[in-house]
């Protein structure tokens, strides 16, 4: 008789631990049900990830998935699961049916990851439970400290569970009164507990394995023969004299008027499984722990391999209940060795939630890089090409992030990834795209009712990520047929803010004034002058309705806002920082108000939102991996990150620049962000530099490429993003988010912080505090005055400029402070005046030329705009920062109504501010105030420049 079938008639039921779609659709599993009387299948992440990851078994299902819409890589895994698990549950309904409920069950388990959460168990089961939807599924819960008060209240609630990752006898015990307490509170309310079944899985053969390692460690060092041989004899006994006597406690537990209650209102035995049967030394028989644990009321499951053996060889006897006082013998012995066997299972339960955590990576990695080649251009594709030192730091940290779970952590809101300060407080970003997706129906209305307005053009008033969001999107998506057209102003700058209202019909002008906490200066002031020219246009009563704020809940905007009677107030979110809003009400409002699709633009940022998620292990996980060449990079010297945007998308730099410098840049650490330099040869570069090249598909530019080509070769790293259309711009803010946060991480600060922001706001506040005084500010001495400019710094910066050579013309000053810059460095040009597209042409022509000749990193800004951007950095990050600040006499100042001060004296006391506090902080600093005709002050500054570098 086959070894295998034989089982039955000794009360012990096979199951097999194996599953595959094919397996089953093929008829094998009937096969075996009908040859060997299988009655049974288990699974775990292991057995799917050999599924699935090592043939293409699954692409077609996973592709069918998808085309319902997209899922996360959990989603999508749970997906192809439960039908796996369905089709094999209703191969198995009919021994199910025929030995009425006692058997025919098949066991899917729940996230390895939840090993040691109580709630998210007893949630994931319950959904697995209403998903499956069939009588003789078994949800697989681990016997955890965790997992225990899950298995009483599932079965408390009517669910079968089996129980693995069981081990000890004591922890048995305590699974066999978890059934039972369950069993009792599901009678108790009512329930029939013949529905109910369980199975306890005691593993055997990997106490065996770590037992005999001990014992041969002893045995090497034994010199007695007769020790040896005791030591030796104990080998491949333990496991089994393990789960014999555990099958005694089986046989007390359901035995006895307590159990005699249950059983006759129905209740089924909690029968013990004996798990992990496959041998895994060579020194003894292949069907071992099948032939020594045969008996009644019990389950085997085995592997493929064990099942072959066994029905080929297998030898069938009732040994369950055979020399139990040898087994209490043996255990005894060991105890007398000094190996303890607690100590053992204590290690193997917590080195199997690993194990199956490790096997859910896998499993999770397979799905997401099949979900990912299944979406194909909906995901914008990554290329890293780091260099070998870099990639193999890269390689270490990724392996780093996996084992230690940092990216679940992560999404757990865990401070500890970073500086365990107030991280987990400004996490919300990570869900704003789905929780904005909720919010769609109200920002459709909000569209809606802009274009009935007929606003011709929509303003937003707002600084650093109030406004560098937004300004992507007005640069990037067209003008929408029925709606404003967007604009953004950011800028205290007197000609800048005429330059706006000039630009735009004030009548029919949507202003959307943009304030996290409402007190920011720059949107307040800009907000008082625009009120007041909406109030002259169309009237008082009138003006409210052409604003809209969006600022968090209980903001002094926001009581502004109800007291002029503006038309809409949006709140946003008190738990992400600005620079992380863009995904928020804070870059979604405007966009609405452009006519953008949300959407479309929600939907596509999701799938990079999944592609980026907890379940999604580091080495598949885009913006992790990302994040890591970033902060690897920057830790290997290599913290200028160059961004280079093509022309569909060139203002995304300005927003990603403000994002990596105001995240990393603090405590002396960071990644100092360059936007907008033309690419050069190598030759202009020094060993500082980790280049970002970011496109849309089709936007092909050969000279481009074998620029980027070479500097690869020459051992520059590359990261290369291709965007599928600009519609997916949402994907490329959430990578970004993403990777700037695993890379403040890698670099050990606070990624959410900005310490050094306030300084500057702190000075400038003293300083128009002095105005409205006195009516003017400060008065302050030039280290030299020409015709054409004064030269201001602190007495430490001018002495050393004086050492370097400056005397009383501004080259030689320019030529010192040149001087001072040195491989590794970064210059950065501060411009204090109207961001206009001529004065944009001057400064980059400036920088290049300080590249070029000094081959060194360089930024050109504007001001105040970067003092909410890369200003944290220049000031917190790290000392290799020379600055040359560039001030002008305003040609016409303009009034703001409700203040003395002037937008020309606010911004005076901006850059003043700013520069003090560089010089605080011993930062290289010069600045430099131009007089007279601005163009012409300019002018004379570019050629300086020149000479000074020549």
Known sequence: MNPVKALESHGQAVWLDFLARGFVAKGDLKKLIDTDAVKGVTSNPAIFEKAIGSSDEYDAPIAEALKSGDKSPADLFEHIAVEDIQHAADVLKPVYDRMKGDDGF?????????????????????????????????VKVPATPEGLPAIEQLIGEGIS??????????????????????????????????????????????????????????????????????????????????????????????????????????????????????????????????????????????????????????EVRDSLEENVEDAKKVLADLAKTGISLDAITTHLVEDGVKLFADAADKLYGAVAHKRATSLGGGIGAQKLALGDGVTKKVATSTEDWRASAKIRRLWHKDKSVWTGADEDKWLGWLNSAFAEKAKLTDYNDFAKWVKAQGFTDAVV????????????????????????????????????????????????????????????????????????????????????GHFVAVTDPGSSLEKVAKTQKFARIFHGDPTIGGRYSVLSPFGLVPAAAAGVDLTKLLDLTLSMVRSCGPDVPPAENPGVQLGLAMGNAGLDGRDKVTILSSKKIADFGAWAEQLIAESTGKDGKGLIPIDGETLGEPSVYGTDRFFIDLRTSGEDDKA????????????????????????????????????????????????FNQPDVEAAKIKTRELTESFEKTGSLPPETPVVSSKDADLYTDDSNAELLKKAGADGDLTSWLKAHFRRVTPGDYVALLAYVERDSAHIDTLQHMRMAVRDKKKVATCAEFGPRFLHSTGQAYKGGPDTGVFLQITADDAKDLAIPDYRASFGVIKAAQARGDFGVLTDRNRRALRIHLKGDLKAGLAVLDKAITAALN
């Open 106 to 138: 098949v066991s899917l388990e729940v996230s390895p990851y939840l090993a040691n959460d109580t709630k998210g168990t007893v949630t994931e089961a319950e959904r697995l439970w209403a998903s499956v939807k069939r009588p003789n599924l078994m």
């Open 161 to 314: 569970i089996n129980v693995t990752l069981l081990f000890a006898q004591k922890t048995y015990v305590e699974v066999a009164e978890a059934y039972l307490n369950g069993l009792e509170k599901y009678v108790a309310g009512g329930g029939d507990p013949s529905h109910v079944a369980s199975v306890a899985s005691f593993f055997v053969s990997r106490i065996d394995a770590q037992v005999d390692k001990q014992l041969d460690d002893k045995i090497a060092k034994a010199n007695d023969p007769s020790e040896k041989a005791r030591l030796k004899d104990l080998k491949g006994k333990v496991a089994i004299a393990n789960a014999k006597l555990a099958y005694q406690e089986y046989l007390e537990l359901f035995a006895g008027p307590r159990w005699e209650k249950l059983k006759a209102k129905g209740a089924k035995p909690q029968r013990l499984l004996w798990a992990s049967t496959g041998v895994k030394s060579k020194d003894y028989r292949d069907t071992l722990y099948v032939e020594e644990l045969i008996g009644k009321n019990t389950v085997n499951t085995v592997p493929p391999a064990t099942l072959d053996a066994f029905r080929d060889h297998g």
């Open 461 to 544: 008033l707002g600084m650093g990520g109030s406004s560098l969001g937004p300004e992507v999107l007005a640069q990037t998506f067209a003008k929408v047929a029925g709606f404003p057209k967007l604009h953004v102003l950011d800028s205290t700058d007197p000609a800048q803010v005429r330059a706006m209202g000039a630009a735009v019909k004030i009548a029919s002008t949507l202003f959307i004034v943009s304030s996290k906490s409402g007190g920011t200066t720059e949107p307040n002031v800009m907000k008082n002058y625009f009120f007041d020219e909406v109030t002259k246009a169309v009237g008082a009563d009138k003006a409210g």
């Open 704 to 751: 481009h490429d074998d620029r980027l080509a070479a500097l690869e070769k020459a051992g520059h790293p590359v990261a290369r993003i291709v965007m599928p259309s600009i519609d997916h711009l949402g994907q490329e803010f959430f990578r970004f988010e993403i990777a700037t946060a695993v890379a403040g991480s890698i670099l050990g600060i606070n990624p």
